[in-house]
């Protein structure tokens, strides 16, 4: 659950008994008073409302009763279906259109011929940004696009990206850094860089955390993630994208 909604809240909450969708807005805006309620709808469950809120760190999602006398806070699942519908409505509100990404302010990696896409906001001290990277090139028949995304934890992370960015081939250099801890020798860091505008960037998309991984149809996965999980959210992204 995102930060700004009260810890405090767990399960079901009661609320004072409403009948309408502005009530049900209230009540919502009273817990969490610095978000914005976005939206009020019926869910697939009888008698449930989803309410879409969004705060500081993105949209979300919370469940209202019929008349709003209790609100849920956790996931809808679809047992028979085995579906996580907070999930997939989730990986909705949170996707990112792929070709509005400036890819120019990414290096480039082509593995095999090229034909699937997947971007990559990743950070030269990120241990898993490290890790994940092993994974990526286990990948077949993708490019890569690598955003350097030196987050403010890691003093030394923008020099790090920017004399990679700086080399006379950063998808090369890159590697070199990432799997087997090797800077460009005699390299520079004053070049035009992209740095600072990936920075820019991230905060608009809200990525406050590395690696992060957007696929081809918008879908977000932030964090470490195996080579297995990746392939197969690659080969779902293409048929949506293409839809």
């Not at 860089?193 to 608009?204: I, W």
Request: hydrophobic share 40%; aromatic share 6%; charged share 25%.
């Amino acid at each position: 659950m995102k930060s700004w909604l009260p810890l405090c809240i767990a399960g079901l909450i009661a609320l004072p008994a409403l009948a309408s969708d502005k009530e049900i807005r209230q009540a919502v805006q009273l817990l969490a008073p610095e978000a914005k309620v976005v939206s009020v709808s019926r869910s697939p469950l009888p008698g449930l409302f989803e309410v879409v809120v969004d705060g500081p760190r993105g949209p979300t999602v919370v469940y209202a009763s019929a008349k709003g006398e209790y609100l849920v806070v956790g996931e809808l699942l679809d047992v028979k279906n085995r579906r996580n519908l907070t999930g997939e409505r989730m990986d909705q509100l949170t996707a990112i259109k792929f070709d509005s990404l400036p890819l120019n302010q990414a290096i480039k990696i082509v593995q095999g011929n090229g034909q699937r896409r997947l971007a990559v906001f990743s950070d030269p001290d990120c241990p898993y940004c490290r890790k994940v990277e092993q994974e990526l090139v286990k990948l077949k028949d993708v490019t890569l696009y690598m955003f350097p995304y030196p987050l403010p934890m890691h003093p030394d992370a923008g020099r790090k990206s920017k004399l990679v960015w700086c080399s006379r081939d950063r998808a090369a250099a890159w590697r070199d850094m990432m799997l087997n801890n090797r800077l460009p020798e005699g390299g520079k860091t004053d070049c035009d860089n992209p740095v600072d505008k990936n920075l820019a960037l991230g905060q608009r998309l809200r990525i406050d955390g590395t690696p992060a991984l957007i696929f081809a149809d918008g879908r977000r996965l932030p964090g470490y993630a195996e080579a297995e999980r990746i392939e197969a959210m690659l080969a779902a992204a293409e048929p949506a994208r293409r839809r």
